[in-house]
C-alpha cells in the first residue's frame, strides 16, 4: 500500500523569505501523480501544484515550486517570496496511475506560519 | 465557474443517529469523491462516485453510503453514528481524469455527542 509522509508538523518563515516543505512517499508503481495543496482556516482544500511521475521536469506555478526526486521518492514544495496569504496546512497527496484506484492518498500535513 | 458547494457546514447529532451530508458538484465534473478528516489528520478516502454509480471505495464500514444524481449532486449518508465519526466531511468533484486535482468544498464540520 502507498503511504505519504510529512516529517514536519510545523514551519515558520519571515514574509518575503524562501521555505521548503518536505514530502516522501512509498509506493512500488511507476505511474502516479503528486500534489500538494493548500488547506486555509476556511477548510476548503485548494490545489497548489501537481506532478506527473513519468515527467522529470519540475512542476513550477508562479512562487510555487517542486523538487521532484523520483528515485528517493521525495517531493519538496519551495514557496518563494512568501506572502501573508501563504500562512495555511499544507498537504501532500499521492494519486495512483491506474485507473481502478482513483483515491488520494494525504499526508499529516505542515503548518505553514509567516511572520511579518 | 460554480465551485463545489457543501451543506449543512456546522452538524451535532448525537450517538446512534443518522445524517445525511450534501454537495453540489463543480459545473461540468461528472466524478465526486467523499473524504472524511479528524482534526489534525490529512483526509481518508470513503469513496467515489462516477455516472451515479460508486466505483472506488476506502477502509470505511457499509454504514457509510452515498449517491450521485444526475445531476452531480451527492449525498452522504451515515447511519448509526458513532464518536469516532466526529470530523470534517469534505466533498471534491472531477473529471475522471488521473491527472487531474480535484475541486473541494469547504465541508461539513459533524460533531457526534
Known amino acids: 500500500a502507498q503511504t505519504v509522509t510529512q516529517s514536519q508538523p510545523e514551519m515558520s518563515v519571515q514574509e518575503a523569505e524562501t521555505v521548503t516543505l518536505s514530502c516522501t512517499y512509498d509506493?512500488?508503481?511507476?505511474?502516479?501523480?503528486l500534489f500538494w495543496y493548500k488547506q486555509p482556516p476556511s477548510r476548503q482544500m485548494i490545489l497548489v501544484i501537481r506532478q506527473e511521475a513519468y515527467k522529470q521536469q519540475n512542476a513550477t506555478e508562479n512562487r510555487f515550486s517542486v523538487n521532484f526526486q523520483k528515485a528517493a521518492k521525495s517531493f519538496s514544495l519551495k514557496i518563494s517570496d512568501s506572502q501573508l496569504g501563504d500562512a495555511a496546512m499544507y498537504f501532500c497527496?499521492?494519486?495512483?496511475?491506474?485507473?481502478?484506484?482513483?483515491?488520494?492518498?494525504w499526508g499529516a500535513g505542515t503548518k505553514l506560519i509567516i511572520k511579518p | 465557474e460554480t465551485g463545489v458547494t457543501q451543506s449543512p457546514t456546522h452538524l451535532i447529532k448525537t450517538r446512534g443517529q443518522q445524517v445525511t451530508l450534501r454537495c453540489s458538484s463543480q459545473s461540468g465534473h461528472n466524478t465526486v469523491s467523499w473524504y472524511q478528516q479528524a482534526l489534525g489528520q490529512g483526509p481518508q478516502f470513503i469513496f467515489q462516485y462516477y455516472r451515479e454509480e460508486e466505483n472506488g471505495r476506502g477502509n470505511f464500514p457499509p454504514r457509510f453510503s452515498g449517491l450521485q444524481f444526475p445531476n452531480y449532486s451527492s449525498e452522504l449518508n451515515v447511519n448509526a453514528l458513532e464518536l469516532d465519526d466526529s470530523a470534517l466531511h469534505l466533498c471534491?468533484?472531477?473529471?475522471?481524469?488521473?491527472?487531474?486535482?480535484?475541486?473541494f468544498g469547504s465541508g461539513t464540520r459533524l460533531t457526534v455527542v
Open positions: 471534491a468533484s472531477s473529471l475522471l481524469d488521473r491527472a487531474r486535482g480535484y475541486t
Open positions: 509506493t512500488s508503481e511507476s505511474d502516479y501523480y
Open positions: 497527496a499521492y494519486r495512483s496511475g491506474r485507473d481502478s484506484n482513483y483515491q488520494l492518498i
